[in-house]
């Protein structure tokens, strides 16, 4: 690792910090800052979840066609060879069962990069801020005079986590299991099969559930950064694929099960 830490730091980590630094000395406010930030990575990373978002808006839309639906009637029983035409249905229109998760890799770099320039910037200790002076630029002395950062936003202070001592601070993790909880939701897979549904749902609830946890134990700062994502993604999504899932899952997952129970009815007469 300590191989490619020389790449990574010139490349990804140096360049977050001091671009973070430089919009805080413009705007004079870090969690304004780490606003603007996180929209300009969206920015850059939009492409990417764009090219997932369509993937997966071609795929829900197969899924939940008539093709699909006959070849889970026909071959309901064989798993296996419902696999072999599930694939053979997705290379006749040209669909990549991977072509929504590949892009959506392609940024994580630039997201770890995000994470540890928050925190870097955010750092108030000495041993913080020594570590932070060798990734700034010397060219721009500004940006070493204007750490440590004033990390007062709102009310709140981003270097701090949330307190159950101090209410106000809980809102934090709330916005962030809000955003995640509906961004999950709208990308989610309708499926048909009541268990696979089920299955969804209870990952979909995992997911949430975990990034909340860690929104409790990290600094107001990243949360502030992870709900700023996680709105632009919302708000993209929705210009792509519409609601998604959001208010059909749950819909489309009861008219699976009234359908089992209505066919095992038939088959009991």
């Not at 010139?10 to 430089?22: A, E, S």
């Not at 899924?63 to 290379?91: D, I, T, V």
């Amino acid at each position: 690792m300590e191989v490619f830490a020389p790449i990574w730091n010139n490349f990804i980590y140096n360049p977050m910090v001091n671009l973070l630094l430089y919009i805080y000395v413009f705007v004079g406010n870090y969690g304004l800052a780490i606003i603007i930030f996180t929209l300009f990575i969206r920015l850059i990373t939009g492409p990417f979840y764009a090219q997932q978002q369509k993937a997966m808006k071609k795929q829900q839309t197969l899924m939940q066609g008539k093709e699909w639906k006959e070849m889970q009637k026909k071959y309901g029983k064989e798993k296996e060879r419902l696999a072999q035409e599930q694939m053979k249905l997705y290379k006749e229109h040209g669909v990549n069962p991977l072509g929504g998760c590949l892009p959506a890799l392609i940024p994580w770099p630039v997201m770890i990069g995000l994470y540890q320039a928050v925190t870097m910037v955010m750092g108030a200790q000495p041993e913080q801020l020594m570590d932070l002076s060798k990734h700034l630029y010397a060219f721009a002395p500004q940006l070493a005079a204007a750490v440590p950062v004033r990390s007062e936003f709102i009310g709140f202070d981003l270097a701090a986590t949330p307190n159950f001592a101090a209410p106000l601070t809980l809102i934090i993790p709330a916005l962030v299991l809000a955003s995640t909880w509906v961004q999950q939701k709208m990308t989610i897979m309708p499926q048909a099969d009541p268990n696979m549904a089920s299955t969804n749902q209870t990952m979909q609830l995992m997911m949430t559930v975990m990034i909340g946890m860690f929104s409790l134990q990290f600094p107001i700062g990243l949360s502030l950064y992870w709900i700023v994502f996680g709105i632009v993604g919302i708000v993209q999504q929705y210009f792509t694929t519409g609601w998604g899932n959001l208010f059909g899952t749950a819909q489309l997952a009861t008219v699976a099960i009234n359908a089992n129970k209505g066919k095992k009815n038939v088959e009991r007469k």
